[in-house]
């Protein structure tokens, strides 16, 4: 895959737990440098409407015809909302980079899902994400994807973490949601 400067990227995260709906935010930019644009919709805290919520809010953007990749802050949202990146790629036609500053513990993931309902579907899902690939740089960082190729997915998380290891998209988007529900932001992206 050619990858352009200017590559749109439509970067996910969610707000902090306060309440049962938690807001989701999506910042559209233009590479990792310029905000083109927000997005924003509501998913359950724990529930299994990540997905689908995600897609809607893709597809009926203004920005849809115009992102090239998306990418998520892991594929769990508002808890354990899981986030079936296959399904994202296959209803949105847009590849799908998944980061992530550390890698998943997956035991502990499995221990926690079991006290929630529908929890091997959770536990599917997000074992479809695939295989997870440690990016070596100073500070090492992970990442999995759908619809791209690995070294295009590398090339796209390094050309847009500029000023620290996490995308410049997704420490905005982290920035923003919190910032909404809190009144400013706080914590890390």
């Not at 890698?103 to 899902?113: G, K, Q, T, V, W």
């Not at 190729?149 to 410049?168: F, G, L, Y």
């Amino acid at each position: 895959m050619h990858i352009k400067p200017q590559i749109r990227i439509l970067a996910i995260d969610d707000s902090p737990l306060i309440k049962e709906e938690v807001t989701i935010i999506g910042a559209f930019f233009r590479g990792g440098r310029q905000l083109d644009g927000i997005l924003r919709s509501e998913i359950t805290k724990d529930g299994m409407d990540a997905t689908a919520a995600i897609v809607r809010m893709v597809r009926g953007s203004k920005y849809y015809s115009q992102i090239r990749v998306i990418m998520l802050d892991g594929v769990t949202y508002a808890g354990f909302n899981p986030v079936d990146i296959n399904e994202l790629f296959n209803e949105t036609k847009i590849p799908v980079i998944v980061f992530m500053r550390s890698c998943p513990d997956f035991e502990s993931i499995r221990l926690a899902l079991k006290h929630l309902s529908e929890s091997e579907e959770r536990w599917e899902i997000i074992r479809r994400a695939g295989k997870i690939y440690k990016i070596i740089q100073e500070n090492p960082v992970y990442i999995q994807f759908c619809g791209i190729d690995k070294e295009s997915a590398i090339e796209i998380v390094r050309i847009t973490s500029m000023h620290s290891n996490i995308p410049e998209p997704l420490r905005v988007a982290h920035l923003i949601a919190t910032g909404v529900v809190l009144g400013e932001s706080a914590g890390k992206a």
